[in-house]
């Protein structure tokens, strides 16, 4: 199975701040990584996919970068509504695996 | 459009039996694997099992194999997730999603909350 470890687990920001989450895979991935954000009671957003694509309607504030086994996402000015829990994910195989997540709070 | 419709939220006793439903539209339901998502409360994601609906080769992720039976039925293009005896510990929010084979937006359902209580 391929592993995905994900830092930080948590991280306190402020609006405006620059954050860097990280996801290291335990195998070569190629570009088959996608990074989800998640609110408290609903169902997980897609934000990247393929590694560095931003999915249809997410700011462009969000990027994702990496291949291979390192992967990073970046919110270069953190807004209000993005305190959330984000979560890196592998698709290089059906059998999907997901990073342990990242929940961002405010400082 | 893809669709991946999920059956309703489910409240059931400890040892009782459940299977809930993932209903696809909008593609060729045989040509994809279906993933099967687990969350429990406050916890991560979870992939629980995959199903290929064209051959109904079905694997399980080793937390998973023997806890649970991931099937599909072609003609009516809806993947199942089933549970013999539930436990308290399978409460939990239960997602769906269809895997593309390149790198792509994967499809999702919207989930389906199982809660387990006597």
């Known amino acids: 199975d391929i592993q995905m470890t994900q830092s930080p687990s948590s991280l306190s920001a402020s609006i405006g701040d620059r954050v860097t989450i990280t996801c290291r895979a335990s195998?070569?991935?190629?570009?088959?990584l996608n990074w989800y954000q998640q609110k408290p009671g609903k169902a997980p957003k897609l934000l990247i996919y393929?590694?560095?694509t931003l999915q249809s309607g997410v700011p462009s504030r969000f990027s994702g970068s990496g291949s291979g086994t390192d992967f990073t996402l970046t919110i270069s000015s953190l807004q209000p509504e993005d305190f959330a829990t984000y979560y890196c994910?592998?698709?290089?195989?059906?059998?999907?695996?997901f990073g342990q997540g990242t929940k961002v709070e405010i400082k | 459009e893809v669709l991946l419709v999920q059956s309703g939220a489910e409240v059931k006793k400890p040892g009782e039996s459940l299977r809930i439903s993932c209903k696809t539209s909008?593609?060729?339901?045989?040509?994809?694997?279906i993933v099967w998502v687990r969350q429990m409360p406050g916890k991560g994601l979870e992939c629980m099992g995959i199903?290929?609906?064209?051959?109904?080769?079905?694997r399980y992720s080793p937390a998973f194999q023997g806890q649970v039976t991931i099937s599909a039925d072609k003609s009516i293009s809806t993947a199942y997730l089933q549970w013999r005896s539930l436990k308290a510990s399978d409460t939990a929010m239960y997602f769906c999603?269809?895997?593309?084979?390149?790198?792509?937006?994967?499809?999702w359902g919207q989930g389906t909350l199982v809660t387990v209580s006597s």
């Open positions: 999603a269809r895997h593309l084979s390149e790198p792509g937006p994967a499809d």
């Open positions: 909008g593609y060729s339901f045989t040509n994809y694997w």
């Open positions: 199903i290929y609906p064209g051959d109904s080769d079905t």
């Open positions: 195998q070569s991935i190629s570009n088959y």
């Open positions: 393929a590694a560095f």
């Open positions: 994910q592998q698709s290089y195989s059906p059998l999907w695996t």
